[in-house]
């Protein structure tokens, strides 16, 4: 019964910024973790970043210190701040939600890094 509707995806060159949205189809209550996880062609889906409902964050490190997760409680979002692109961070971004026992999936958005 959870959707999740992922964008901001878009093409831009090594050394950018680019904002990813999350939209949830409820309301952001109780226990839960989101996250943002990613696909680059021929390679596995990978964690990116973390967000539990008490505020905990969590990140690979290959993007600590250059992504930032944040929600909007409010809006029933999560972003993805992300700085300092690089042509590695190209994939498909995922939305995650882990909440009463399940886990549920956005359709992915595009980030293309390159000059």
């Known amino acids: 019964q959870v959707q999740l509707v992922e964008s901001g995806g878009d093409l831009v060159q090594p050394g950018g910024s680019l904002r990813l949205s999350c939209a949830v189809s409820?309301?952001?209550?109780?226990?839960?973790?989101m996250g943002w996880y990613r696909q680059a062609p021929g390679k596995q889906r990978e964690l990116v970043a973390t967000?539990?409902?008490?505020?905990?964050?969590n990140y690979a490190d290959s993007v600590k210190g250059r992504f930032t997760i944040f929600r909007d409680n409010i809006k029933n979002t999560v972003y993805l701040q992300m700085n300092s692109l690089k042509p590695e961070d190209t994939a498909v971004y995922y939305c995650n939600i882990y909440v009463r026992g399940s886990e549920y999936w956005g359709q992915g958005t595009q980030v293309t890094v390159s000059s």
């Open positions: 409820e309301r952001l209550f109780g226990i839960y973790t």
């Open positions: 967000i539990s409902s008490g505020g905990g964050r």
